[in-house]
């Protein structure tokens, strides 16, 4: 069965410094997205991508983060200048139509120290 | 604005004893509703989704879960509980203006031996 797959399954990073979360989505899907859940916390929704542009940002999504699909397969996240307060699960999701309910890959955790 | 309730933080059932999780949602139009399940240390899974017609709706591992609009209702519901579904349950909905989730803050539950 496809599946979404992000690396690396856990990332620690000093603060201030730049990483880049990977995600290779179903490979017929459209629709990219990133959400974050922080421990204990409600999954949040972050950026949708389509059509190689973003199409909806949260509050979350300021100046430090960005996407972008380099090739036909990848699509990453990156965080400029990381905070504690970024440490968090982050999920890459992916879906054929919009609406039509995102599959989730396992995740990627991210501790700024 | 969109939001999820999931009122029940934790439910602890015995296993072979049926199951209902309770979600709550606000938006104006019909929504489309999700429900994901998180086991320890993985991603979301989808379980089942609806968007529109029969209200109540099949899902993976015998889950089901039905759209009540009259009380902003998606409860999920499963007949007979296995030890295997222990994990954390998350409603979600989405919107056709927008292709972004928005997530309850999960239901964790307990099987009973």
């Known amino acids: 069965e496809p599946e979404v797959t992000q690396t690396p399954s856990h990332q620690v990073t000093q603060m201030g410094q730049e990483v880049i979360l990977r995600c290779v989505p179903i490979?017929?899907?459209?629709?990219f997205y990133w959400y974050r859940q922080i421990l204990g916390q409600k999954v949040e929704f972050l950026v949708s991508f389509y059509n190689n542009e973003i199409s909806e940002k949260s509050e979350i999504f300021d100046d430090q983060f960005s996407v972008e699909r380099p090739d036909g397969s990848n699509f990453t996240l990156k965080i400029r200048s990381t905070k504690l307060e970024d440490s968090a699960m982050y999920f890459c999701?992916?879906?054929?139509?919009?609406?039509?309910?995102?599959?989730f890959g396992q995740g990627t955790r991210l501790t700024v120290v | 604005a969109q939001s999820v309730t999931q009122p029940d933080i934790h439910i602890t059932v015995s296993e072979g004893a049926s199951l209902e999780l309770r979600c709550n949602y606000s938006?104006?139009?019909?929504?489309?509703l999700f429900w994901y399940v998180q086991s320890p240390g993985q991603g979301l899974q989808l379980l089942l989704k609806y968007f529109s017609g029969d209200t109540l709706v099949q899902g993976i591992k015998g889950f089901e879960a039905e759209f009540k609009r009259s009380q902003s209702s998606f409860n999920l519901r499963k007949p007979s509980v296995h030890w295997s579904d222990a994990a954390e349950y998350f409603c979600?909905?989405?919107?056709?203006?927008?292709?972004?989730?928005?997530f309850g803050s999960g239901t964790r539950l307990l099987v009973r031996p």
């Open positions: 938006y104006g139009a019909t929504p489309y």
């Open positions: 979600a909905v989405g919107a056709d203006s927008s292709y972004k989730l928005i």
């Open positions: 999701a992916s879906n054929v139509q919009g609406t039509a309910g995102a599959f």
């Open positions: 490979s017929n899907h459209l629709y």
